[in-house]
């Protein structure tokens, strides 16, 4: 199996912790040089210090935030003009619990900005150095409610699901150029989110958070909860040349968690 991804460059957002520093961490184990990028310098030296290296290969930082997409536009193009990006992880904090209806309108055109915005300012500025390749991989890390909707989740419910629909399209818009793009739906996996949706659950309904984990465990058919590295080789291998033929998916990877096929 060809997952070789030495000479290609990749940015992967969001990559301070969690799942976006084990997508960096996988891409660099395939030989990949990785541009991790978030709000916080000093966290992501960290993670460049911390990223495999064999070779040749060349890991950098770039500080941007997502709800300043006209600079996080210019920043990232500069970027990909003197090297061009290859592979884009999008990945961005999910939006604030709570029920849809309750969800002042700002909160979700917010989110909107943050998420589905954000990311097609982040596709516009390296397809150029795609197309020119004619190879590229846009990997998108949403969720599960973009089949199944999480309770409480109103607007990320509603948010989610809108960028699954822009990648699909995406998908058969680029395809044709060489360049996949398909979404990672991960299930209940420890990061921060996590520990903050435990902690609102627990808040909403009294009881104890590890009586909240352990309704959430309930529904896992595997019995635990995913570890960030699970969902980053995930992303890794649809970034890889084995998974060229894998165009416009939305893979779960949720322990078997959502009951829909």
């Not at 991790?36 to 000093?42: F, G």
């Not at 190879?135 to 509603?158: D, H, K």
Request: proline residues 5%.
């Amino acid at each position: 199996m060809d997952l070789e991804l030495t000479g290609r460059h990749a940015l992967v957002c969001g990559a301070s912790e969690g799942i976006g520093r084990a997508a960096a961490h996988e891409l660099a184990a395939l030989g990949a040089d990785v541009t991790v990028m978030a709000r916080r310098a000093e966290a992501l030296q960290a993670v460049v210090d911390a990223l495999p290296r064999r070779g040749e290969q060349r890991h950098g930082l770039l500080v941007a935030d997502v709800s300043q997409r006209d600079d996080l536009a210019a920043e990232v193009a500069a970027l990909a003009d003197e090297r061009p990006v290859h592979i884009l992880v999008n990945n961005t904090g999910g939006p604030p619990g709570g029920p849809a209806h309750g969800a002042d309108a700002s909160a979700y055109v917010d989110a909107f900005g943050r998420h589905l915005l954000a990311n097609h300012a982040l596709v516009q500025a390296v397809l150029p150095g795609m197309r020119a390749a004619h190879w590229g991989r846009i990997v998108n890390v949403i969720s599960t409610s973009v089949r199944e909707p999480i309770a409480n989740l109103g607007v990320s419910n509603t948010v989610r699901g809108a960028v699954a629909s822009w990648a699909k399209t995406l998908s058969r818009e680029l395809g044709p150029d060489g360049i996949t793009v398909n979404n990672v739906l991960p299930g209940y996996t420890e990061t921060a989110r996590l520990a903050q949706i435990l902690a609102d659950r627990a808040a909403a309904s009294g009881k104890a958070q590890t009586q909240v984990a352990d309704g959430m465990l309930a529904t896992v058919p595997v019995g635990r909860f995913a570890q960030a590295g699970e969902v980053g080789g995930v992303i890794a291998f649809l970034c890889s040349p084995a998974a060229a033929y894998v165009n416009g998916v939305s893979l779960p990877v949720d322990g078997g968690r959502m009951q829909s096929i």
